[in-house]
């Protein structure tokens, strides 16, 4: 006999800027970053909300998302490969080697020695840690 625990969870939809989530990330104040398909949600602890649009000023549809750095997000989607600064909002983009930055980002990793793996469209990219190139 199979036994049902019924857990209360509480719904967020209506703080953040899209139901459709595609990364959830932790952060160091026990808070939690939320990347949806058209922007970046950050929720404290607290459960307040602050949100960054991307989709109207950058076209961009995040599709994945990793801790990078200390006060620094890697975003992948459908149109690059991007950096986000927690601290100042700021959003740069992400050369892949000689690639054309339509290219989607489907998947990020980065591993126990804190090296980067960035799975595109059409290939695999990887990044040294403390090195400033992604090879393929």
């Known amino acids: 006999r ?3 625990i019924r857990d209360r969870f509480t719904t967020l939809n209506n703080r953040i800027n899209s139901d459709y989530i595609t990364a959830l990330i932790p952060d160091e104040n026990r808070g939690m970053w939320v990347a949806t398909d058209i922007g970046l949600n950050y929720i404290s602890q607290s459960l307040k909300t602050n949100t960054t649009n991307f989709s109207n000023s950058n076209n961009i549809n995040t599709t994945s998302m990793i801790m990078f750095e ?4 890697l975003i992948g989607s459908l149109s690059g490969l991007f950096n986000f600064n927690t601290k100042t909002n700021a ?3 992400i050369k892949l080697g000689n690639i054309n930055q339509d290219n989607s980002i489907y998947a990020l990793h980065k591993d126990n020695d804190n090296n980067v793996w960035v799975g595109t ?14 090879i393929s």
Request: charged share 30%; proline share 0%.
């Open 91 to 93: 959003l740069t983009e």
């Open 121 to 134: 469209q059409n290939a695999i990219y990887y990044k040294e840690k403390n090195k400033n190139k992604y």
């Open 2 to 4: 199979q036994m049902c």
């Open 70 to 73: 200390k006060n620094s997000l």
